[in-house]
Each structure stands twice: as structure tokens, then as C-alpha cells.
């Protein structure tokens, strides 16, 4: 039996947009997270799913797509900004769901708030 390594590899970037606020935030990096806390009708991701967002504009995570997640980033510097949060809220009719990031109509409401 061969033993096997104990090294371990160089840590990613975090893909969890509650890790990624906890390190940016410990680093004194502004950032801020989206929450997704309704939905109604059909939404590509469930009520619970977030985005982390960080002052130079990376991200982590999901919570729509489309131009509903830009909206959602762009919340998120504007909470940066003021420390306020938002609350948003999207509704599209199915004919023009895909366009604006919901898969067939429907409605989400997110939370936006700055992380410090």
C-alpha cells in the first residue's frame, strides 16, 4: 500500500457567496450580498440562493441572471455606497421572460445589503 500525500493543494477562491463575504470582509474589503427570499411563478433559482458581489466587481454565486443579476450587482454597489439595503423586485410576463434572466415568467424579490 502506497501513503498517500498529506499536502494539500493551494486554496481556490471560495465558490460560496457566504465564504467569499466572510474573507473579503475579514481582508477590509468592501462587498455586499444579494439573497434571494421569494419567489412566485418560475425563477431559476430558489428562495435562499445568493450572490456575493465585491467592490471591484467580482462575484459569487447566484440569483438569477440576465439583466436581473446586473441590476442586483449594480444594488450592491449603490449598498456599498450608503451602507442601506434594498429590497428589489422583478416580475416579467412569460413572452419576455428569458430576455430579462427568469425562465418563464414570474416574480422574485432579493435582498441587498452591505457587508462590513
Known amino acids: 500500500m502506497t501513503p498517500t500525500s498529506t499536502s494539500s493543494p493551494t486554496p481556490a477562491a471560495p465558490q460560496d457567496p457566504?465564504?467569499?463575504v466572510r474573507d473579503w470582509s475579514a481582508a477590509g474589503v468592501p462587498c455586499a450580498l444579494a439573497?434571494?427570499?421569494?419567489?412566485?411563478?418560475?425563477?431559476?433559482?430558489?428562495?435562499?440562493?445568493k450572490l456575493a458581489v465585491r467592490e471591484d466587481g467580482e462575484m459569487v454565486g447566484s440569483v438569477s441572471g440576465g439583466c436581473v443579476e446586473g441590476a442586483?450587482?449594480?444594488a450592491a454597489m449603490t449598498a456599498?455606497?450608503?451602507g442601506r439595503p434594498q429590497?428589489?423586485?422583478f416580475g416579467v410576463a412569460d413572452e419576455t421572460a428569458w430576455a430579462v434572466g427568469l425562465a418563464c415568467?414570474?416574480?422574485?424579490?432579493?435582498?441587498?445589503?452591505?457587508?462590513?
Open 18 to 20: 457566504l465564504l467569499a
Open 105 to 116: 415568467g414570474g416574480r422574485i424579490e432579493i435582498y441587498v445589503e452591505a457587508i462590513v
Open 80 to 82: 456599498m455606497k450608503t
Open 72 to 74: 442586483v450587482v449594480d
Open 87 to 89: 429590497t428589489l423586485e
Open 35 to 49: 439573497t434571494v427570499m421569494r419567489t412566485w411563478g418560475s425563477s431559476p433559482r430558489p428562495v435562499g440562493s
